[in-house]
C-alpha cells in the first residue's frame, strides 16, 4: 500500500483526522458552555440549591470554583489538542498532493511543538489550580513526564528534518 498520494495511508489518515478535527469543535464547544454555566453558578450557587439534593448543593458552594477552573482548564487543553490536529490535516493534506517537504510543513511542525510544550505547561498550572482551589493532594496529574518533552524535542527534531526536505527539494528544482 502506497504513502502518499490519493488513495493512500496519507488519505485514510487525513479522513480520521478530519472527523477528530470535528469532535474536537464538539467537545470544545460543549466544554466551554459548561464552563460558563459553572462559572454562573459558583457565583450564585443558592439559584439550583433549591432543585439539587442537599449534599450536591454542598458541594457546588464548596467546589465551583474549582469546577470552573478544571472545565476551563480542561476547554483550553482541548483547543490545544485541536490546534494540533488542524495542522497535522494540512500535513497530511500536503501528503496526499505528494508534496510531504512542503515548506508550510515546518512552521506547522514547529506550531505543534510549540502547543505540546504550553499544553504540558498548562496541565502543571491546572494541577495546581485545581489543588489550590479544590484542596487534596493529586500528586500524579502534576508530575514531570519525560514522554510528554520527549515528544516536544522529537516535534522540533522533525520540523528541523522537513526543513532540510525542503531546501533540497528547492535545490533540485533548481538544478537544470
Do not use: Q
Amino acid at each position: 500500500m502506497r504513502a502518499l498520494g490519493p488513495g493512500s495511508v496519507s488519505s485514510f489518515l487525513k479522513i480520521i483526522l478530519d472527523v477528530s478535527y470535528y469532535a474536537l469543535w464538539v467537545w470544545v464547544s460543549f466544554l466551554a458552555l459548561v464552563t460558563v454555566l459553572v462559572l454562573l453558578l459558583s457565583f450564585n450557587p443558592d439559584l439550583l440549591a433549591s432543585m439539587l439534593p442537599a449534599e450536591a448543593a454542598g458541594m457546588l458552594r464548596k467546589y465551583g470554583a474549582g469546577a470552573a477552573v478544571a472545565l476551563g482548564g480542561w476547554a483550553l487543553m482541548s483547543g490545544g489538542w485541536m490546534a494540533i490536529v488542524e495542522r497535522l490535516r494540512k500535513i497530511f493534506a500536503t501528503m496526499i498532493l505528494g508534496d510531504p517537504f512542503h515548506p508550510d510543513n515546518v512552521r506547522r511542525l514547529r506550531v505543534m511543538g510549540v502547543v505540546l510544550a504550553c499544553l504540558e505547561i498548562g496541565r502543571y498550572v491546572l494541577s495546581a489550580l485545581t489543588r489550590i482551589l479544590v484542596g487534596g493532594e493529586k500528586p500524579s496529574e502534576g508530575s514531570f513526564t519525560l514522554t510528554a518533552w520527549f515528544s516536544v524535542l522529537v516535534v522540533f527534531v522533525l520540523a528541523e528534518v522537513f526543513r532540510e526536505g525542503a531546501r533540497l527539494r528547492r535545490e533540485a528544482e533548481l538544478t537544470i
